[in-house]
C-alpha cells in the first residue's frame, strides 16, 4: 500500500485498516516465534504500512516536502554569493 492509496482512504477507513495490520502483523509475528511463518520478508511490509498510516494520522511531513527545503537553502546561499 503506497501513501496515496492511504490518502485517498477515510479516516475511519485508516483507523480500521491500522488496526487490520496492527492485528495481522501480531499474527505473523507469532507464526514467527513457532516456526510457521511462510513468508518472514511480509513482516518488514506490513511495518512499512503500519508507519504510513501513522504519519498521516500524526501530520508529519512527507519526503516529498524536503526538496522544497533544499530548494530555500540554495537560494539562501545563493543570495550570501551576490552579497560578497
Not at 14 to 42: C, H, T, V, W
Not at 63 to 73: D, L, R
Request: glycine share 4%; charged share 45%; aromatic share 4%.
Amino acid at each position: 500500500m503506497n501513501m496515496q492509496e492511504i490518502k485517498e482512504l477515510t479516516e475511519k477507513e485508516r483507523e480500521e485498516k491500522l488496526s487490520d495490520l496492527r492485528e495481522e502483523y501480531f499474527n505473523l509475528k507469532f507464526q514467527l516465534a513457532m516456526g510457521k511463518i511462510e513468508n518472514p520478508g511480509r513482516l518488514k511490509y506490513m511495518r512499512r504500512d503500519i508507519a504510513r498510516i501513522l504519519t498521516l494520522k500524526n501530520g508529519q511531513p512527507e519526503a516529498e516536502a524536503k526538496p522544497a527545503e533544499s530548494e530555500k537553502k540554495q537560494e539562501k546561499s545563493k543570495k550570501t554569493a551576490d552579497k560578497k
